[in-house]
């Protein structure tokens, strides 16, 4: 059964940096799309960065030049790099990845919950000002 366990989160000051991971355990092949994102209290999900289906890295446009993912080589793994952390930068970030085979040629994950299966149970990320 496939797992995706996050780590890395925890309490920084404003302007400061974290490294969160993501491992998916159980599942052998490679995702087809793997995701980040976010949730604060009292907020929806966000998206925050995708790998899509194409290889193709798509981020958030408030994490634009401050936020990095980069997967391992097989796709098991994939860490966000953030820096120039702002208090709005508080959530509960989740990992998640598509393992069902894509609708149709050419599909794209892109930020839409919908579009990923697995989710990890998420690691609290605190930004103070």
């Known amino acids: 059964q496939v797992q995706l366990v996050e780590s890395g989160g925890g309490s920084v000051q404003a302007g400061g940096s974290l490294r969160l991971s993501c491992a998916v355990t159980?599942?052998?092949?490679?995702?087809?799309?793997m995701a980040w994102f976010r949730q604060a209290p009292g907020q929806e999900r966000e998206g925050v960065a995708v790998i899509d289906t194409d290889a193709t890295i798509t981020y958030a446009d408030s994490m634009k030049g401050r936020f990095t993912i980069s997967p391992d080589n097989a796709w098991h793994s994939l860490d966000l790099q953030m820096n120039s952390l702002k208090p709005e930068d508080t959530s509960i970030y989740y990992c998640?990845?598509?393992?069902?085979?894509?609708?149709?040629?050419?599909?794209?994950?892109?930020?839409?919950?919908?579009?990923?299966?697995?989710w990890g149970q998420g690691t609290q990320v605190t930004v103070s000002s």
């Open positions: 159980g599942y052998s092949a490679a995702p087809y799309c």
């Open positions: 998640a990845v598509r393992l069902q085979i894509p609708p149709y040629y050419g599909f794209r994950c892109g930020l839409f919950e919908s579009s990923f299966d697995s």
